[in-house]
């Protein structure tokens, strides 16, 4: 793959605003990033529209690109949102796992425990959700919630600098009952957990109006 290539590009990119590097509402300039890359205008381009269509760039005719932000509003929304999508979307995966993802799952929930990084901790939370969801068809459904999680990552960060990752029990306990109920089959138990897992995070967002200045 050309450094240029515009999936070079928009990887780069993509892990600069997944790890914060990049904020929610900053100007992604067509021309600094070609000089970065080395690249013509027309890679840039592409590049941000296939970050466009992952939820994570916003793109306005005539005007540019930014980091996409959600408001105040927004940001309840999208996690209502999720609140309902994201058991349907589990439910639809636990039957499909398979025993090597189960088994990185409950790697994984160890390694979140331990983890004292914010970033591995999301890394790892990240990666945790988005596995259990693995065993569902790629479509529609699958599609919409990974462009979600896009959008809210910065939000999730969010939560947990004032969650207190490293000692957030209940976090810690929740992954452990969604992971008992995939091992399991137990579908409603994690269905409930996760609703209750991710409301735990729009509530407390709710509570602090100044992430959203």
């Avoid at 499909?96 to 409950?106: F, G, M, S, V």
């Avoid at 209750?196 to 709710?206: A, F």
Wanted: aromatic share 6%; charged share 30%; glycine share 4%.
């Amino acid at each position: 793959m050309a450094p240029s290539s515009p999936s070079r590009v928009a990887q780069t990119l993509r892990e600069e605003i997944l790890d914060g590097t990049l904020a929610p509402g900053e100007r992604l300039r067509q021309e600094d990033i070609a000089l970065r890359f080395g690249a013509s205008r027309q890679p840039v381009r592409d590049a941000l529209r296939l970050l466009e269509g992952d939820g994570l760039v916003t793109m306005v005719a005539n005007a540019g690109a930014w980091v996409s932000k959600l408001s105040e509003s927004e940001c309840y929304e999208a996690y209502q949102v999720r609140e309902r999508l994201e058991p349907l979307l589990i439910s639809q995966s636990i039957p499909h796992l398979k025993p090597a993802q189960i088994q990185r799952l409950t790697e994984l929930v160890s390694e979140i425990e331990k983890s004292s990084d914010l970033e591995q901790f999301l890394r790892l939370d990240r990666e945790f959700h988005l596995l259990s969801y693995a065993g569902a068809e790629t479509g529609m459904l699958r599609e919409f919630v990974e462009r979600i999680w896009n959008t809210t990552q910065h939000y999730r960060r969010a939560f947990a600098k004032l969650n207190g990752f490293a000692t957030s029990e209940v976090t810690h306990m929740e992954h452990k009952l969604i992971l008992d109920g995939i091992i399991r089959n137990d579908s409603p138990q994690v269905e409930k957990v996760l609703e209750t897992h991710i409301r735990r995070t729009r509530i407390t967002l709710s509570e602090h109006k100044e992430i959203f200045n």
